[in-house]
């Protein structure tokens, strides 16, 4: 049995499709906002805050970077921060930001504007608690977009899943990531702040469904064996287990249409 | 810390050879400040400006380095360890440099043709405004060729 590829082998119950930010229904956008902005409220274990800070400030910094370890961490991290946010409002979803889409214009508007319908799009900025700060003063968010070409083009994208081994393709991967970091800039663009920008979840799921294609496409190109064990903390999870993203619950299918079968019942 | 680097000759692969790929490999890559490109050009020869961008035609590839930023805990936090037990199995050190790879396959290959066997690499490092910034550390440089 292969372990590093996906194995929809069997009809998927109540699976959860994560969805381009460009193609969110009024509904599920608003459920987004409304999660989000419900967890900014909260101060303890269950909250934004705290789901930011497990990145890098306060410390200690968890995140898994230049390592065969970073795909699979980030996957569980937005996994657990999803849980999270559907705590607040049941089955919201993470969106992803397809950065070669929206060239060269930028942002998706729903993480653009900075006020929607008379409030704060929670979606365009967020407090930095006092221990997750760089400086004191950087109590909030903020962007300063840097040179247009650190975001990749469709073709890079197309060289990266290319790759049929999991180390170069990981490498390359995480290469284009580091430019969208720094594109974006301010707060995301430094490793011990990024996670407080609510564009990162967008940004990471983005990284996310790259690696579940690339796993669609070379089945049977699995990490390394030493490192299917590994434990990804703080989450409880192992890198075996974030491998098949449809027993974590969710989909990145554009669309999924279903009938019956031939048994009954 | 630099913000340009231009290496001494390196030997190209031999014309005469099939190659599948060819990476440039910069070994203990710091990544301890800020956020930056580091432009990669192969064969370029001298007079390459610091403004020369992706269509330049001895343009190889980019690099991006997420920086990590300035260190947030007490003394000694971000300082790395010299030396690692071989039984401590904790996960390495947040600031030990790591290895990253650039495939420059066809920007080698289009100097093959060229009849080059030689050619320097320059890397011009490029901060999150555009600005130059003295960011760019690694203790090697090499290029490897698959057949």
Not at chain 1, 182 to 189: A, D, I, K, L, Y
Not at chain 2, 114 to 121: L, P, Q, R, Y
Request: hydrophobic letters at 35%; aromatic letters at 10%; a neutral charge.
């Amino acid at each position: 049995m292969t372990v590093s590829s996906p194995t929809p082998t069997r009809a998927p119950v109540r699976l959860r499709h994560r969805r381009s930010a460009r193609r969110l229904s009024a509904g599920q956008l608003a459920d987004l906002r409304e999660a989000v902005t419900l967890a900014q409220k909260i101060g303890d274990d269950r909250g934004y805050q705290y789901w930011a800070g497990i990145h890098g400030l306060p410390l200690p910094e968890y995140c898994q970077h230049r390592s065969p370890l970073f795909l699979p961490w980030h996957r569980a991290y937005l996994y657990f921060f999803e849980k999270a946010l559907q705590d607040r409002v049941p089955g919201v979803t993470l969106p992803w930001w397809d950065w070669t889409q929206h060239q060269p214009q930028g942002l998706p508007p729903v993480y653009a504007r900075a006020r929607v319908g008379g409030r704060k799009n929670p979606l365009a900025s967020s407090p930095i608690q006092p221990a997750g700060r760089r400086n004191p003063k950087e109590s909030k968010t903020w962007r300063q977009f840097g040179p247009q070409s650190w975001l990749p083009q469709s073709a890079e994208v197309k060289t990266v899943l290319d790759n049929r081994d999991y180390f170069t393709f990981q490498n390359q991967l995480e290469n284009i990531h580091n430019g969208v970091h720094g594109s974006v800039g301010g707060t995301m663009g430094y490793i011990e702040t990024s996670a407080y920008d609510p564009l990162f979840w967008a940004h990471h799921c983005m990284i996310d469904r790259l690696w579940y294609l690339w796993q669609l496409d070379h089945p049977g190109a699995p990490l390394p064996a030493p490192y299917l064990d590994v434990a990804l903390p703080p989450f409880p999870m192992t890198v075996r287990q974030t491998l098949d993203i449809t027993a974590l619950g969710y989909d990145y299918a554009a669309a999924t249409a279903a009938v019956p079968g031939t048994s009954r019942g | 810390m630099v913000d340009r680097f231009r290496s001494k000759p390196l030997e190209l692969p031999s014309a005469e050879h099939r190659v599948d790929r060819i990476d440039l490999a910069f070994y203990d890559l710091d990544h301890s400040g800020s956020t930056f490109e580091a432009r990669v050009f192969i064969g370029a020869g001298r007079g390459l400006k610091r403004d020369a961008g992706t269509d330049h035609p001895a343009y190889a590839g980019s690099l991006f380095i997420f920086g990590h930023g300035a260190c947030s805990g007490e003394e000694g936090h971000c300082d790395v360890p010299e030396e690692r037990d071989p039984f401590d199995f904790r996960l390495p050190h947040h600031l030990e440099p790591g290895v990253q790879i650039l495939t420059v396959t066809e920007a080698v290959k289009r100097l093959v043709e060229a009849g080059k066997d030689k050619a320097t690499v320059d890397v011009f490092v490029h901060g999150m405004e555009g600005e130059a910034l003295k960011a760019l550390s690694f203790s090697q440089l090499r290029l490897l060729t698959y057949a």
